[in-house]
């Protein structure tokens, strides 16, 4: 009678991250809330350390590789090659690259409030509030942008007690403040010379999802970009799942539809029961 094969301990799941943005961020957390005990490797595509991310890094599973980010994907023998070379063995891959502004950014932008994501509401809400408090009376605020985004940001706006003037014409330029608001930017300034003040701006522009690992793959992607996902953030690969902005459901981009830490505790969840790829080797008897 021959003896039992010795027990071999499976092996931990090793999970890569491609990208480091909020919604990357946030998953992480949320793995390590659940207990997640395998590895999480984060390829960032900046070469500066944010103390959110350094604060990640100093978790005890997880490694997060400053300016390297992933440049290709190997589905069949689940690897991620990033820009400098370097290779990353995954069992499951999550791609969290985000998006980026479809025009380059109106000058004066960053005096302005911007939205494009679902989360963008809060912060927009909060700077309302101190606007209307320091003004004494409902704010008029001036809204640039067309599509969802600025669909939506108009109704955070109006729900916030704004007066909102939405212009479709992109400015050339954001008028400073002079009004005492508490925000930098009170209207903005057109080609032509006219323009648009009130008490605040916010740019709600469109923005293409960051989606360029998809064809590597062999991902299916939403007609107007994005990686197409289903309810439980599994994209057409095995495998292979996709958060934030650089994903699409129902042919939207997913910042419009579900805010980042309710997605990555989802898909947190549906992570923590897939199992590994790897198998251990049999041991012969």
Do not use: H
Not at 64 to 88: H, K, L, N, Y
Not at 269 to 276: E, K, S
Request: glycine share 10%; charged share 20%.
């Amino acid at each position: 009678m021959s003896a039992p094969a010795p027990s071999i301990p499976s092996p931990a799941t090793r999970i890569v991250i491609a990208g480091a943005g909020p919604a990357a961020q946030a998953l992480v957390r949320q793995l390590e809330l659940a207990r997640f005990r395998g590895s999480i490797t984060v390829l960032s595509n900046r070469d500066d350390a944010s103390e959110e991310l350094l604060e990640l890094a100093g978790l005890p599973c997880v490694s997060v590789r400053f300016g390297q980010p992933a440049s290709f994907i190997d589905a069949e023998s689940r690897s991620v090659a990033t820009a400098d070379g370097m290779e990353f063995s995954y069992d499951q891959l999550v791609i969290a690259t985000g998006s980026a502004p479809v025009a380059a950014p109106v000058e004066g932008a960053g005096r302005c409030l911007s939205y494009s994501t679902i989360d963008d509401a809060t912060r927009i809400g909060e700077a309302v509030r101190e606007v209307t408090r320091k003004l004494g009376r409902r704010p008029l605020g001036i809204l640039v942008g067309t599509g969802a985004a600025a669909g939506q940001a108009e109704a955070v706006l109006r729900a916030r007690g704004v007066r909102p003037i939405r212009t479709t014409v992109r400015p050339a330029t954001v008028v400073p403040s002079i009004s005492g608001s508490g925000l930098a930017a009170s209207g903005v300034v057109f080609e032509d010379g006219s323009s648009m003040n009130g008490d605040l701006v916010v740019l709600a522009e469109e923005r293409v999802s960051r989606d360029g690992l998809a064809a590597s793959a062999s991902l299916r992607t939403a007609p107007n970009g994005g990686i197409e996902i289903g309810q439980d953030f599994r994209t057409s690969v095995p495998g292979i799942w996709a958060i934030g902005d650089a994903a699409a459901f129902d042919g939207v981009r997913l910042g419009l539809l579900v805010a980042a830490a309710s997605a990555a505790g989802a898909c947190a969840t549906q992570l923590m029961t897939a199992a590994p790829a790897r198998q251990p080797a049999q041991v012969a008897a």
